[in-house]
């Protein structure tokens, strides 16, 4: 699959969700240099989602909000990852929008 290439231009945002597939990551960091709110390196090279107070989420398949103001970076971010493992997707219906399984 293919991942959209800009954030939607809509009026009506609406509440999206990330999390990182650990089985896929590369540890390259991209995604932490994109959006450092939203995505950490832990110590085992993998990168993960952060909460809203900073936490590393380390469960697998782990979500944290996208903060609207950050959307963008983190398109970017699942556009560039060399393992694809970045999974935007609608908080609603889970179906998601940016990442390798993206529609």
Known sequence: MTVQNEAPATGVEEA???WIDQDLCT???ICAQYAP???ELDIDGL???KSADDELLQ???ATTPVPLPLL???VDSA???PGDCIHVR???DKVEVYGPDAE
Do not use: I
């Open 47 to 49: 990168a993960y989602v």
């Open 79 to 81: 556009k560039e990852c």
């Open 16 to 18: 999206l969700e990330v």
């Open 37 to 39: 709110e939203v995505f």
């Open 59 to 61: 469960d697998n398949g």
């Open 72 to 74: 963008q970076d983190v």
């Open 90 to 92: 609608r908080v609603a």
């Open 27 to 29: 540890g390259d960091g």
